[in-house]
C-alpha cells in the first residue's frame, strides 16, 4: 500500500523559472495538504484542498503561489517566478477526510526539496 | 492562532539513556496534540496523538508522552533510547474545530552509542 508520493524529491530553478511540486495521495484519500518547511524552521501551513476544492489557503504567499487538486490526477503546487526565498522543502500530507476532526490523521510525503539559484 | 514552542534544538543522548523532547504551546481554543517522527530523508511519521480522555499517550516503540493543560505542555519522553530513535521530532496542534496542524520547529534527537 503506497504511501503519499511527491515527486520531484529534488528540484533546481534558477531564479524567474516555474516550480510544479506534484502530491500524489494515499489510496482512498479525498483531502491534500501543503505545508512549506524554510531553513531552520518549522513546518508551515499553506494550503488545504479537496478534489477541485480549495478549503483553505490562508497559508499561502498572495503573489507567485497556486495548488491545485483536480478530479483526476496529482495535486500541483505551483510557484511561479521563483524567487531566492522560495528555497525550502514542500510537504504533502493528505487523509480520508472521515470522522471527526483531528482524528483525521494526515500522512505526509517525503516532501521536495527546491532550490533556486 | 496558535503557536508551538519547542525548547531544544538538539538533543544528544547516549543509548539506553532516558529522553525527554519537551513542548509548549499556545491556543485560545481548545486543540489536539500530536507528535510527528522524520527519519533522513523521509517524510513526517505520526508517533503519537491526544485527542481527550486519559492525558498519557503511548507509541508502539515505547514512547509516551503527558498532556498537562495547565501547563500547556506535551512533552515526549523514552525511558531507554536506541540507535535507531535517532531522528528529527515535531510537535504540533490542531485546532478541534480545524484541519491544519500548526508545528514547532522540531528538536534533532541523536542517540549515541
Known amino acids: 500500500n503506497a504511501g503519499v508520493m511527491q515527486n520531484p524529491r529534488h528540484l533546481v530553478r534558477r531564479r524567474g523559472q516555474e516550480a510544479r511540486l506534484r502530491c500524489s495521495p494515499m489510496k482512498g484519500h479525498s483531502h491534500v495538504y501543503w505545508y512549506r518547511q524554510l531553513p531552520e524552521e518549522g513546518l508551515k501551513f499553506m494550503v488545504y484542498?479537496?478534489?477541485?476544492?480549495?478549503?483553505?489557503e490562508s497559508g499561502m504567499p498572495k503573489e507567485r503561489f497556486s495548488a491545485e487538486f483536480p478530479k483526476e490526477g496529482p495535486s500541483i503546487l505551483r510557484i511561479q517566478q521563483v524567487v531566492r526565498g522560495d528555497s525550502a522543502a514542500y510537504f504533502c500530507a493528505s487523509s480520508r477526510g472521515q470522522g471527526a476532526l483531528g482524528t483525521d490523521t494526515q500522512y505526509f510525503g517525503p516532501g521536495t526539496r527546491l532550490t533556486v539559484l | 492562532a496558535q503557536s508551538v514552542t519547542q525548547l531544544d534544538s538538539q538533543v544528544p543522548v547516549f543509548e539506553e539513556a532516558p529522553v525527554e523532547l519537551r513542548c509548549n504551546y499556545s491556543s485560545s481554543v481548545s486543540v489536539y496534540l500530536f507528535w510527528y517522527v522524520q527519519y533522513p530523508n523521509q517524510g513526517l511519521q505520526l508517533l503519537l496523538k491526544y485527542l481527550s480522555g486519559s492525558t498519557l499517550v503511548e507509541s508502539i516503540n515505547g514512547f509516551e508522552a503527558e498532556f498537562n493543560k495547565s501547563q500547556t505542555s506535551f512533552h515526549l519522553r523514552k525511558p531507554s533510547v536506541h540507535i535507531s530513535d535517532t531522528a528529527e521530532y515535531f510537535c504540533?496542534?490542531?485546532?478541534?474545530?480545524?484541519?491544519?496542524?500548526?508545528f514547532g520547529e522540531g528538536t534533532q534527537l541523536t542517540v549515541n552509542p
Open positions: 504540533a496542534v490542531q485546532e478541534t474545530s480545524g484541519s491544519r496542524l500548526t
Open positions: 484542498l479537496q478534489k477541485e476544492n480549495i478549503i483553505d
